[in-house]
């Protein structure tokens, strides 16, 4: 891989569509972990050496030992993080993490327990937040803004591409400081965050097909590289299933194959732009021994005022419109993905 603006661009895994994650190193002589890169979190944990070996889900991960590295520094401070399904709890540790080909001291968490649910599942070791410092727990500088306080970055952004097919390779790319080509066509479109400093801006609607369904009076969109799926209101989702037509089962909402290809258009109106997804775009199809599966790629999910209500945009968003995040205009920028 050529040099962007002086980094290195990071492949991505795509395990299944559900899950995207990269490498980074942690340590001297460098540990390698597996991490997906969270626009929705803004702390870095890796599981931890000292984790119970009672925690199946930390036990079948790569785990970080600072007796093997000679540029660890103790802090030993708690952490814990709550996620919307699962939760990770640890001490606080410093050490080099290098990513994209920057290293940058860094204060992290060691998972000394993880829960089960879901990170059994989980194909990577741990989560690197590419949020706002004002969403860290503990107050930690983010890994990006020990980047950017070294002024190595041409440009103070980084940008994400997943790709829709498992099958091509590389499943996805992390750019530090510019964004990639080879992985979008046309121009960007760029809208300002909120002032509340998350990756999260103002939606004018959701269409479905060409009627306005949703958000009509406005509502946030939070733009979330951590997610797998689109989650919107809980009424707004239900009505939405209901008008293609989609049952809910223990894992989700499912359709009928072979009404797949006359779905509409799912359209999210952002910053003067219309952002169409197709049923290519939202829904999993999974060939079984039996019958097909198409699992729909929209969760419900409610968030309270005033934060709320919100639609997350996930990995199937990002997967048709390659996206920027500017930390120096405070702007999200995206452009269709090739
Ligand atoms: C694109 O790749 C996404 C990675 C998978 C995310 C995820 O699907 C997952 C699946 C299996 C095992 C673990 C995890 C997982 C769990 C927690 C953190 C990171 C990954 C998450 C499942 C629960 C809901 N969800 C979030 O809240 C996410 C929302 C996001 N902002 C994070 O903070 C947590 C997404």
Redesign the pocket.
Known sequence: TDDKNGTVPTPLTNYLD????GEITIGSPPQLFNV?F????ANLWVPSQSCSPFSTACFTHNRYDASQSRTYVENGTGFS?Q????N?RGFLSEDVVVVGGIPVVQVFAEAASLSAM???????DG?L?M?YPNVAIDGITPVFDGIMSQHVLTEEVFSIY?SRDPKHSPGGELVLGGTDPDYYSGNFNYMDTKETGKWEVNMKGVSVGMEMMFCAEGCTA?I??????ITGPASSVSALMKNIGAQLDESGYKVNCNTVKTLPSVTFHLGGQEYSLTWEDYILWQTQIEADVCTVTFRALDVPPPTGPMW?L??NF?ARYYTEFDRRNNRIGFATAV
């Open positions: 559900t899950q995207y994650f997906v969270d626009t929705g979190s993080i996620y919307a399904a699962g990770v879901p990170f059994i599942f989980a194909k990577f989560v937040g949020g997943y939070v979330d590289s951590g997610s797998s799926y997350i996930g990995a990002i």
